[in-house]
Structures are given as structure tokens and as C-alpha cells.
């Protein structure tokens, strides 16, 4: 008998990137064998763009449909409330895989009843002239880009927009936490409840790759990051507080504020952007937001 993998897709206003994701999808798929039998959910999250109609292009997906915008965790906990498979994999609606994903992510997991999830690695959809954002995004301030399978991924850098899930671990320690309606924290506040419950059963696969379509500016993403540190951080924080340091808390002390983080220095480094493309400079903007 088969194996059911359900792989959800949750969508808000994502008809320049929907079909792009689900054609790497299916092309994915049948790069594997078929000891495996697949689902495709594709959650419309409220989308008042074409991504409904373009989905309803395909066949064989299930379409959630809200009607109004719910946000990222409602979306993706309407996919697993949806199904009872084995392997749940979430794919964020501007991720296009590589044809080796499917294969590689499920045959990895078989391997290894320890693992119990799997994310992989994450790279720009550009080849070509790469901006400032996508090379601080995807590059070496950002996350753990070089790990060995067999190594424990750090919860903060297990992130869930091309990852793989046993449901066993949402039967133990819940599915995402749905008042986070605000952009960010959804990913790691979840990735928390698993490093108590199992805090060496993450890993990250980088022979597969999930390539980000991103259209965002660098003020779009601190505007971003200012949004999650205005409406979700402090409910992390409060809800975990034993990991407040690992999260960066300390940079909202008025020491940090005042030493570091102060309007003249902030300056000098947006006008520093804007005549040199340095990831380092976008970070510290985004710990600033």
C-alpha cells in the first residue's frame, strides 16, 4: 500500500508566482517512484488577485478556499487539518523546487525514523545582477547555509517554506499557532515547541533547494521585520521566555537602543547602502526594525 505525502501551499495575492511553484511541484513528483501517493492543497488565503483562478487551472490540486485573509498559519493549519497523511511538506507560493526535492527530502526522512523534519536549503530565483536584499536573505548572515544531514539544525534556521514534516510531531506539540496574524515568527515559534519536545530531530538538506521568487525592496522587507517586532515578537517572547536571549531580545534594551541603534547611526548606514551593496549593512537595519 502507498504512503500518502500531502504537500499544502498556502497563497495570499500570489498570481505572479503560483504557477511557477505548483509546475515545479508536479515536475518534482514525477522525478520519484510511486511507492508514494500524493495530495496538493493549495490554501487561497483571501486573495483578491487572479491566484484562485490560476489555480483552478490545474488538475488534481484540493483548493481551500478563505474568504478573507487569515494569515500564513490559519492557511497552512487549514492544509493539515485537511489530511491525514504520513509526510505533510509545506511549500510557500513563491518557492520553485528543484527537480531533485521530492526524492531526495522523502528518501531521506525513510532513512531516519529520528528525523523528524527536514528543510531544505534556499537560494534566490535570479542568476543574474542578484540585489542587496536577496544577497543578505540568502547568504552567510543569514541562517545556517552549510550542514552535514546527520547534524542537528538549529531551531532559528528550521524555516518552513520548502520543508518536510512527520504528522506525529504536530500530534505532540500542535500545529502552528494561528494568532500570529502578522507577518513572521509563525515559522520559529512552532520550530521552539519542537526543540523541546525533540531538540536534535531537525536537519537541513542542501542537496535540494527551494529557489525564493522575491519582488521585495530592501525598505519592503524592514517594514516587514518592523511589523513582526511590533505584533508577534513580544508574543514569542512571552510565550517562550527561555529563549528571549537566542532570539535577539537583548537588542531591544535602551543600552543596545542608545549605543547601537540610534538615529544617527542608522543614518550613516542607509546612506552607506545606497553607495555600497553590503549585506552586513542590511542586516544591522533589519535588527534596527
Known sequence: MNSKVSIIIPCYNAEKTIS??????FNSISNFNDLYSF????????????TLSIVKEFDEIKIINHNKNLGLSSARN??????????????DSDIILSVNWVADMITTMHKDNDIIGITGNLESSSKENISVLDKYLFGKYRGMKVINIEQPLDYRSFVFSNTIIR?????????????????????????IRIHKKAPYSMR???????????????????????EYGKYNFHKIIQKHPAYRNELGYRWTTSFWRGFLFNSLNVLICSLLLKKINNSLLVKFLVINS
Open 20 to 25: 511557477k511553484c505548483l509546475k515545479s511541484i
Open 39 to 50: 495530495e496538493i492543497i493549495v490554501i487561497n488565503d483571501g486573495s483578491n488577485d487572479q
Open 78 to 91: 487549514s492544509g493539515i487539518k485537511a489530511t491525514d497523511s504520513e509526510y505533510i511538506i509545506f511549500i
Open 167 to 191: 504528522r506525529s510531531i504536530l500530534n505532540t506539540v500542535g500545529v502552528f499557532d494561528d494568532s500570529l496574524k502578522n507577518y513572521g515568527g509563525e515559522d520559529t515559534e512552532l520550530a
Open 204 to 226: 537541513k538538506l542542501i542537496t535540494v533547494t527551494g529557489y525564493h521568487i522575491t519582488h521585495k525592496t530592501v525598505q519592503n522587507h524592514l517594514d516587514h521585520m518592523f
